[in-house]
């Protein structure tokens, strides 16, 4: 457990504290790299149970074995390299204990495979991807645009919203069965076959855009009802108890909050008669789409703030300042909120503060999780 918080306590060292050469960046970066190591080779032993069927595909190609020896080769030559640079040696131990223990299981894999179907599983291999992408693709632009110069990658935090990130990524297969439920129940009971006919016949293009605008305008009234019932208040708090806004802090939502905002906005994809493929590129957008919109990411839009939901519309939502109180709830089209009359986008100004009034929601994501549940207490009022 000391060896654990002296990692940390070295990840978020203060940016002005590690100048390149101190040994830190490589220290880092071979930590990832022998955890992701070790994670891919505990996807090898068991496939069943880790895989998500749907990118296994990827295990079959020979992309995972190679990137498994290019993994753990950076480690090592990483972790050695922060032990020669510097002074604190917690990261370099650390990540070369981990390529080790992560070399030693890859040369043997214990025979616990079945021929049967895959019955239940956790998708691993699904946050492994998720990490490699977005991460990679966020973490230099949030480094060289930020929105905010003084916030760091392992900023406060991180390591809880990283695994709200990986329970998310994890339980997929529920998720998507909680996600696909309402739909079918519509489905079976409403006759779309007219609309579903002229909608299928649309080019790609179209039928993108028509869900992003059909998602998002259900998307719009569900958040809204997050934000105006305090029962479903309590669950939304915890994604707007983040003080840090990056592109691991969307990842942070309750677990009820995600079953019942994705199986709502589901609804129009799902009923009225998309092509898969249109379905497919929808959710690959707004997958990336979440992760852009919370991202420390300083860009200028200008005109086009005006159409697309962008970074500092996002953010103002998540402001704790009076003025960001109550607005900017669409996740793609800023219309909805000028339609009605939640819009806030100030010219050039980002909120000064994010979190929750009242700093009332814990830390910790077992304390979050329960805290929807509890009785809210009551202050007294000071005589």
């Known amino acids: 457990m000391r060896i654990l918080k002296k990692v940390i306590t070295q990840l978020e060292t203060p940016r002005e504290e590690r100048p390149l050469g101190s040994g830190w960046l490589s220290g880092t970066l071979a930590l990832l790299a022998s955890i ?20 296994a595909f990827i295990q079959d190609s020979g992309v995972v074995t190679a990137f498994l020896r290019f993994t753990l080769l950076a480690g090592y030559a990483l972790s050695l390299l922060s032990l020669i640079l510097s002074a604190r040696k917690s990261l370099g131990w650390t990540a070369l204990a981990v390529s080790v223990i992560a070399s030693l299981m890859a040369t043997t ?35 060289f645009f930020p929105a905010r110069a003084e916030q760091t990658v392992f900023r406060d935090e991180w390591q809880e919203d990283m695994f709200y990130y990986l329970v998310s990524s994890m339980l997929v297969q529920v ?27 649309l080019p790609f293009f179209v039928q993108v855009v028509i869900i992003m605008m059909a998602t998002d305008f259900v ?40 079953a019942v905002l994705r199986s709502l906005t589901a609804v129009p994809m799902f009923t009225l008669g998309f092509r898969p493929e249109a379905i497919q590129g929808y959710l690959l957008i707004v997958y990336f789409y979440s992760s852009f919109i919370h991202a420390n990411i300083g860009w200028k839009f200008g005109f086009i703030e005006r159409f697309f939901v962008t970074p500092r519309f996002h953010h103002w939502h998540h402001g704790s300042d009076r003025a960001a109180i109550d607005i900017n709830y669409a996740s793609h089209f800023p219309i909805y909120d000028w339609l009605f009359g939640t ?12 979190g929750v009034v009242g700093d009332t929601v814990p830390k910790g994501y077992w304390r979050q999780f329960v805290y929807p549940f509890l009785k809210e207490k009551k202050v007294e009022p000071a005589e």
Not at 115 to 137: A, K, W
Not at 343 to 354: A, D, F, M, R, S
């Open 219 to 258: 998307q719009y009234w569900v958040h809204r009802a997050f934000h105006t019932f305090p029962v479903l208040w309590r669950f939304h708090a915890i994604h707007h108890s983040t003080k840090k806004m990056d592109w691991l802090a969307g990842a942070r939502m309750h677990f009820i909050e995600i």
């Open 36 to 55: 992701a190591g070790l994670l891919i080779v505990l996807l090898r032993w068991f496939p069943e149970t880790f895989s998500y069927p749907e990118i």
């Open 343 to 354: 819009h806030h986008l100030p010219e050039h100004e980002w909120p000064e503060n994010y």
């Open 175 to 201: 998720l998507g069965f909680i996600t696909l439920a309402p739909s079918n129940y519509v489905n079976a009971q409403v006759e779309l076959d007219g609309v579903r006919a002229y909608i299928v016949a």
């Open 109 to 143: 894999q214990p025979q616990v495979g079945s021929d049967g179907p895959q019955v239940f599983y956790f998708g691993l291999d699904y946050f492994i991807i998720n990490v490699l992408i977005v991460g990679f693709l966020f973490v230099p632009l949030e480094r």
